[in-house]
């Protein structure tokens, strides 16, 4: 059979985007949309499975360029924790605070819109390099090459792009780990969104609704803690008894945006590929859609005026760089001091700030450290 030849795309994109997740399709519509051509290439063909519980926060909806309704299966406006010993508190808010969506739908609806709006969409084999120089990019895959002036990297947690700029493990970059299962037949699809902090050290099990079934899953921000698909059947036994649990899924997210180098020239990383995922809430859509979009706007701006792109994609994601790292420290002392921190966070005093931090993004790392000074006042319980 042989090597089959090289196709040199002979055409010359604005950009070059690895990955149809959430970031590369936030990057790629904007650029479209701003009369830029845009490659977007993906291993897979849409729809496609990602571990995922598909929670879009209010912050998620209001950055995203289209409403996602035709694929949000549940609203919710209040979220209900559960600490170590047994207690629950419910925190609620006026307003939606999640829309729940199943990562398969979304994810093949964004593509769809950024398709229609002008993306061009390939499906590729194995990345086998990329190259800069002054003027522009070449992504090589197996049988195709790419020529552009950008690429964007956005191939999520395990980027081959982020592996050929900084090697297998860079030291900025940090991972968590999260294990999802469908849970079908107990109880119905619109229970409370629950946040479990007894069941994982450095992290919490989750229950979404999803109307149909309820999506559950085990979070921690630390990839040493040991979660595995025993674990999660025997969380599930002990929660619900003797209901299947389905699709056991796992998958690492990407985290460490706040100590990343100073972006490459003409290669960007947004989303999990450069570590924009949040320690503390264990979200990661959001940050893949800002990031998305702060790369397609240097882009722009750079074909525009002449703006240097690196310049001004660091400048774009300074401040989300700074929540970053303000929520990994929050995530550290939170999850070390479980009982504290829990406690702090479902004070009458902090309720409503806290669940319209979670959901509007703005001041939650603020707020982790307000949580924290204040667990520090707190009389010690016996
Ligand atoms: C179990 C679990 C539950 C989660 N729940 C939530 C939640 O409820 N809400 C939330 O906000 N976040 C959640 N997250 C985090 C969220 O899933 C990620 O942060 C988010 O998907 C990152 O988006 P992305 O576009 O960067 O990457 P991805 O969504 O991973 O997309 C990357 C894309 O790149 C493609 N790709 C990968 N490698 C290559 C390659 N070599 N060549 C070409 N294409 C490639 C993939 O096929 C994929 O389409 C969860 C994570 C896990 C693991």
Redesign the pocket.
Same mark, same amino acid.
């Given at each position: 059979m042989g090597t089959p030849p090289i196709i040199a795309d002979m055409e010359r994109w604005d950009a070059i985007i690895?990955?149809? +997740?959430?970031?590369?399709?936030?990057a790629a519509y904007d650029l479209v949309e701003a009369g830029r051509r845009v490659a977007l290439?993906?291993?897979?063909e849409?729809p496609?499975h990602?571990?995922?519980?598909?929670?879009? @926060?209010r912050k @998620?909806l209001r950055a995203l360029r289209y409403s996602v309704a035709p694929v949000t299966r549940e609203i919710v406006s209040a979220i209900v924790v559960e600490g170590q010993k047994g207690e629950a508190a419910t925190l609620k808010s006026r307003n939606p605070v999640?829309a729940m969506t199943v990562?398969r739908d979304l994810?093949e609806y964004c593509l769809g819109k950024t398709r229609a709006a002008g993306a061009e969409f390939f499906r590729?084999a194995?990345?086998e390099g990329i190259e800069a120089d002054a003027d522009g990019v070449v992504v090589r @895959?197996a049988g195709r090459e790419f020529r552009g002036r950008f690429a964007i990297g956005? #191939?999520?947690?395990?980027?081959?792009?982020r592996q050929m700029l900084y090697g297998d493990a860079p030291t900025w970059m940090r991972r968590?780990?999260?294990? !999802?299962a469908e849970v079908r037949n107990c109880a119905d699809g619109k229970a409370d969104l629950i946040f479990d902090l007894a069941a994982v050290r450095q992290g919490y099990a989750?229950i979404?609704p999803k109307g149909d079934h309820l999506?559950v899953?085990l979070?921690s921000e630390s990839s040493a803690e040991r979660l595995d698909r025993e674990r999660m059947l025997s969380w599930v036994r002990q929660r619900f008894g003797d209901v299947r649990a389905e699709n056991v @899924?796992?998958?690492?997210?990407?985290f460490g945006a706040e100590n990343a180098p100073p972006p490459e020239r003409r290669i960007f990383l947004? +989303?999990?590929?450069?570590g924009?995922? #949040?320690a503390l809430?264990? !979200? +990661?859509?959001? +940050?893949?859609?800002a990031?998305?979009q702060a790369a397609a706007a240097a882009i722009d701006a750079e074909l525009k005026d002449g703006t240097p792109a690196d310049r001004a994609f660091a400048e774009r994601t300074a401040a989300l760089r700074r929540d970053l790292m303000l929520s990994a420290s929050g995530a550290r002392w939170f999850y070390g001091n479980p009982e504290l921190g829990y406690r702090a966070l479902t004070a009458p005093l902090f309720r409503g700030a806290v669940i319209n931090a979670y959901a509007n993004g703005t001041k939650i790392a603020a707020l982790a450290n307000a949580v924290r000074r204040f667990a520090g006042v707190l009389p010690s319980r016996a």
């Open positions: 690895v990955g149809a +997740g959430p970031a590369g399709c936030a290439l993906d291993r897979t849409f496609r990602k571990a995922c519980a598909g929670g879009l @926060t @998620t999640c990562r994810d590729i194995a990345i @895959t956005a #191939d999520g947690v395990h980027s081959r792009v968590g780990f999260a294990l !999802e989750w979404f999506n899953g979070y @899924t796992g998958q690492y997210l990407g947004v +989303g999990d590929a450069g924009f995922a #949040d809430t264990g !979200e +990661g859509i959001y +940050g893949a859609i990031s998305g």
